[in-house]
């Protein structure tokens, strides 16, 4: 049995849900979610709770269960506060911008990486810091995850681009004799 799927979820104020036949939609201050899900499992929303339960009792829907239940309660959240994510740029020469609908970035290549800002997300730059904001957790963690895979910090000297919580792991250089 999911512990995650057997907690029930809480609506805020302001905040509506609605079950369709295979869709459910939130709606809140900051704006509004959909997404599919697989008619084996079923919700319920009852007194502004979400309870979420399989019809069958297999593996497959079991691994459902709580994997809904915690997209369902992200959604929620999202649309009550947005999801943040800030990358930190380290070296000499980089930096990055945003242009239009892209962010472009210089790394120490040859050329500029221009990259497509997804709809829905909110991109800034202060400094050395890329902020990434945006109601839908998934998208915000994609766009952070694709940025940072383009200069991954490495052990030596920390350049490239990490998150502003992670902690890089540095080496010892080799030695003169």
């Known amino acids: 049995m999911s512990r995650i799927g057997k907690k029930i979820i809480e609506i805020p104020e302001k905040t509506e849900v ?3 036949a295979n869709s459910v939609s939130v709606k809140g201050p900051l704006g509004s979610l959909e997404m599919k899900y697989d008619p084996q499992i079923q919700i ?3 007194d502004k709770k979400i309870t979420l339960n399989p019809k069958k009792e297999n593996k497959d829907l079991l691994a459902k269960w709580g994997t809904y239940s ?3 309660s992200n959604m929620i959240k999202g649309v009550n506060s947005e999801y ?3 990358l930190i740029i380290e070296g000499v020469g980089y930096r990055a911008e945003v ?7 210089n790394i120490g290549l ?3 990486v221009p990259m497509k800002i997804p709809e829905g997300i909110k991109v800034s730059v202060e400094g050395d810091k890329i902020l990434i904001s945006g109601i839908n957790k998934e998208l915000v963690g994609q766009f952070s995850s694709d ?3 383009m200069k991954k910090p490495e052990p030596y000297k920390g350049k490239g681009i990490r998150y502003s ?3 890089i792991r540095r080496k010892e250089g080799k030695k003169t004799a």
Do not use: A, M, P
């Open 99 to 105: 242009k239009g609908q892209n962010l472009v970035l």
């Open 84 to 86: 943040k994510k800030t």
């Open 70 to 72: 915690s997209i369902i």
């Open 18 to 20: 609605t079950v369709g």
């Open 147 to 149: 940025v940072r895979s």
């Open 44 to 46: 319920k929303i009852e």
């Open 165 to 167: 919580d992670e902690i």
């Open 110 to 112: 040859s050329h500029q």
